[in-house]
């Protein structure tokens, strides 16, 4: 057998025992059995393209079904589902739930499961519009583009474009605290949904990028009309934000002249749905140069001449799987075959050589943060 296919091999069934060793007994996926042993959004979406990917879109479809089971009447569904009693409820102000979102993945997951042939219940559907209905008609906005109550809410917890929050200097310690300071000035709605946050204004790129692109992808399998004109309006303003100077699609609102501009692997991620060719052909070449992006198991964090580039370190410049297969889905749906391969081969090599890890160093492959993590599964649905 050549020796491509028997590593193909022996990663997809490391992938299979990662995810059966994560799957609990109530039909979701935990990231991480010992560092995230609860449901997180964007994560459960990732599991799902995986699970199906190793032909189980039965339990895709389970873990789908469990994310959506605890969105709230006006269409939010929070970031992290305990599944019983919240050891944080004093921190959230909620029994069993966090009290944020996290990006809605779940549009592409339905989209990739429709694409595979996959029955999409009528039921899960209409769950999944609503979450948008959330998101594009109940949240606030910056200048436009829909804002994020919290910097956890993109998923990229300690990435430097927060920075601005802690003055310019980011210190671990120092950033634990303004985190906790920044949930308790989050406004919700009579609802209960987190709305809005006057100390946090900021509309990130990556965020709305990933807003649009899952917007789009449900748009697209229940044929609404309006959901898309509405996704499309936010690719268009997100792509007034691409800056040709900076090299980067810059986030709105209070960081915008500030850390808003560090160039992090995020938020390149409107190269999903975006219709500026300068912008986009920048991003294709930042991805593939080794002095940007490029790595042998990168793509890196952040672009390699940023001063805050810290390839070993949570958020700061490290690779991470889901962040390298959105981009890898980018390149395909372009025709870039060069950038699809070199993201293809990178991010198998790193969740190998970092035995699946949440995220690794982008040069070496060093396993960082929980080993193994599931979401490293989602190299088995890069074909
Ligand atoms: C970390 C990551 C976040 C992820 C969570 C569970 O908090 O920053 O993106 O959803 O872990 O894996």
């Known amino acids: 057998m050549p020796r491509l296919g028997a590593t193909t091999t022996t990663l997809t069934s490391t992938a299979r025992a990662v995810m059966e060793r994560h799957l609990h007994r109530d039909g979701y996926t935990v990231p991480s059995a010992l560092v995230y042993p609860w449901q997180w959004l964007w994560d459960s979406a990732f599991h799902a393209i995986a699970w199906n990917a190793l ?39 909620l029994p069993d739930t966090s009290a944020i979102t996290q990006p809605p993945m779940y549009g592409h997951a339905i989209a990739r499961l429709h694409r595979a042939g996959v029955d999409i219940p009528t039921g899960l559907l209409e769950r999944a519009r609503q979450g948008f209905d959330f998101l594009l008609r109940h949240r606030a906005r910056v200048d436009g583009l829909v804002s994020v109550v919290h910097p956890w809410e993109t998923g990229a917890d300690n990435s430097p474009r927060w920075d601005h929050w ?107 749905v975006s219709r500026r060719p300068v912008a986009v052909r920048s991003a294709i070449d930042q991805l593939l140069d080794p002095c940007a992006f490029a790595a042998t198991y990168g793509p890196t964090g952040v672009h390699r001449a940023e001063e805050v580039f810290r390839p070993d370190q949570y958020w ?50 060093t396993g960082l943060g929980a080993v193994p993590q599931s979401w490293s599964a989602l190299v088995v649905a890069m074909a």
């Not at 198998?348 to 070496?364: F, K, L, Q, Y």
Request: hydrophobic share 40%; charged share 25%; with cysteine.
């Open 166 to 272: 802690v003055d310019g200097h980011f210190s671990l310690d120092r950033w634990w605290v303004v985190k906790g300071e920044l949930v308790r000035s989050i406004m919700p709605s009579d609802a209960g949904a987190p709305i809005s946050n006057s100390a946090f204004a900021c509309a990130p790129a990556g965020f709305n990028a990933l807003v649009a692109f899952n917007a789009l992808e449900l748009a697209w399998v229940t044929d609404d009309e309006h959901l898309q004109r509405d996704a499309l309006e936010i690719v268009d303003r997100l792509d007034v934000s691409w800056s040709a100077e900076a090299g980067t699609w810059v986030d709105v609102g209070d960081s915008g002249h500030g850390s808003g501009r560090v160039r992090t692997l995020d938020a390149l991620l409107p190269l999903l």
């Open 316 to 365: 700061r410049g490290s690779a991470w799987p889901q962040l390298t297969y959105l981009l890898w889905w980018a390149a395909r749906n372009r025709g870039e075959a060069r950038l699809e391969e070199s993201l293809r081969t990178s991010a198998r090599r790193g969740a190998a050589r970092s035995r699946m890890a949440e995220h690794w160093h982008p040069d070496d492959g």
């Open 55 to 93: 032909d189980r879109p039965d339990r895709a479809l389970v873990e789908l079904d469990t994310l959506l089971g605890c969105q709230r009447r006006d269409g939010f569904v929070p970031h992290i589902r305990y599944h019983g009693p919240s050891p944080h409820a004093d921190f959230w102000k």
